[in-house]
């Protein structure tokens, strides 16, 4: 398994290269004709992460232990174009269920995208406060990740998604990993 040193590592790798690659890739688009620019700006990845964005998710939680706990997560986020990236502030809420355990969480996220073409790799992160029930745990939740996606207009995407939570100050952590679908408007 994973641990958080190593996640924590492969986080800040992912942030490193999108954060080295937009410069770049805003160095060679400078290059570009107007025509080329916009049609990159009006491909899928790009119009798909721009605006509002909702979400929905449904979670399956499989413990190291114990039996599969389960959970949903609703978030939001608001995509701004900043280059060649799309920087995306917003905000999650998700509750889960793990051996009669209640998890919930309320974060500020922030998530930045490089789309090209169909396709969408994305970092994430966000911060806010955590609670655990039985026993009553409070601390701070943390979240991390990324992914890509591949879109197929702005209305449908699917692709893969990995993030890992906890919550400080308890033994709660949670690697998710798995398939993405969107269909939106």
């Not at 789309?115 to 029930?133: D, R, S």
Request: aromatic residues 10%; glycine residues 16%.
């Amino acid at each position: 398994m994973i641990s958080i040193r190593e996640f924590r590592a492969a986080l800040l790798t992912a942030i490193m290269i999108c954060l080295w690659v937009s410069p770049a890739a805003a160095e060679e688009s400078r290059g570009e004709s107007d025509s080329r620019s916009k049609a990159a700006r009006s491909s899928a990845a790009w119009r798909a992460n721009t605006g509002f964005i909702p979400g929905f998710a449904l979670v399956l939680v499989v413990p190291p232990e114990g039996p599969l706990g389960g959970g949903a997560i609703v978030h939001g986020r608001y995509g701004i174009p900043a280059g060649p990236v799309v920087l995306a502030p917003g905000a999650q809420m998700g509750g889960f269920v793990v051996q009669r355990q209640f998890i919930g969480n309320l974060m500020g996220t922030f998530r930045v995208t490089l789309p090209f073409g169909p396709l969408a790799p994305y970092v994430k992160g966000g911060l806010g406060p955590g609670i655990i029930t039985n026993p009553r745990e409070v601390g701070l939740a943390w979240m991390g990740g990324g992914g890509l996606m591949i879109h197929f207009g702005r209305v449908f995407a699917f692709g893969a998604d990995a993030s890992y939570q906890a919550i400080t100050g308890t033994d709660f952590g949670m690697l998710t990993i798995g398939p993405a679908i969107r269909i939106g408007w």
